[in-house]
């Protein structure tokens, strides 16, 4: 069955801090991935997205991520977080044939000025 | 251009009433997805329609919750009767990927929070 699980549920960082989150997916066949945030009060925005190509993907804000296909995982990462990086972050994966679109069940992010 | 959008943005229900929630995508997206999000969860697809047809609904509980979208545009999810663990954000989102090109990302409503007492 496809999944995408998410390693860390609740995350506490100080400003200037490094930051990875893990994500690991469960998809057969051709898979997109996607990191998406939810500031408080917003709506689900795109961070950044893989497709093919460069396994090092860079989106908004400062963050990138990596595709490793071997370990089935698409990590976040930032080198230094801020206070506005305060948000819930969720890993998704779609099917690059059906565009079936599965979320992991989410990081809250909480970053201390 | 204009995002997607959800109407209404909140609403209580007692248990077993009815309730609809509407999705206009964003203009020429062909996919359009229906979630509904529990506190403290993930997004979990209920639906996915690609134009008018459906593509996926095996999460969907089709005793009680239903979908549409006539004309391949608009959107309506209805729960009936609903009950106490219905209450939860419903999202609707779209994308431009159809038939065998999903490389595409999706986009997002406000979605609706739903609250059945």
């Known amino acids: 069955a496809q999944s995408v699980s998410q390693h860390n549920h609740h995350v506490i960082l100080s400003e200037a801090a490094s930051l990875e989150l893990g994500c690991n997916y469960s998809y057969g066949g051709t898979v997109n991935l996607f990191w998406y945030v939810q500031y408080p009060g917003q709506h689900l925005q795109l961070l950044l997205k893989?497709?093919?190509?460069?396994?090092l993907v860079k989106g908004i804000k400062g963050f990138e991520a990596e595709f490793i296909k071997s370990k089935f995982s698409f990590n976040l990462r930032k080198p230094s977080v801020q206070w506005s990086d305060t948000a819930e972050y969720f890993c998704a994966a779609n099917s690059g044939n059906t565009g079936k679109l599965i979320f992991g069940q989410g990081t809250t992010l909480q970053v201390k000025p | 251009e204009a995002g997607v959008a959800q109407s209404p943005r909140y609403k209580i229900i007692e248990k077993r009433q009815s309730v609809a929630f509407w999705c206009n995508p964003i203009?020429?997206?062909?996919?359009l997805y229906w979630y509904q999000q529990i506190l403290g969860q993930g997004p979990k697809l209920l639906i996915q329609f690609q134009n008018n047809g459906v593509v996926d609904d095996s999460q969907l509980p089709k005793d009680r919750f239903s979908a549409e979208r006539l004309k391949g545009v608009d959107s309506t999810l209805k729960i009936q009767p609903a009950k106490l663990e219905d209450s939860a954000v419903y999202l609707c989102a779209s994308s431009r990927g159809q038939g065998n090109f999903m490389n595409t990302e999706a986009f997002f409503g406000q979605g609706t929070r739903l609250t059945v007492v």
């Open positions: 203009s020429g997206h062909a996919t």
């Open positions: 893989y497709f093919s190509g460069d396994p």
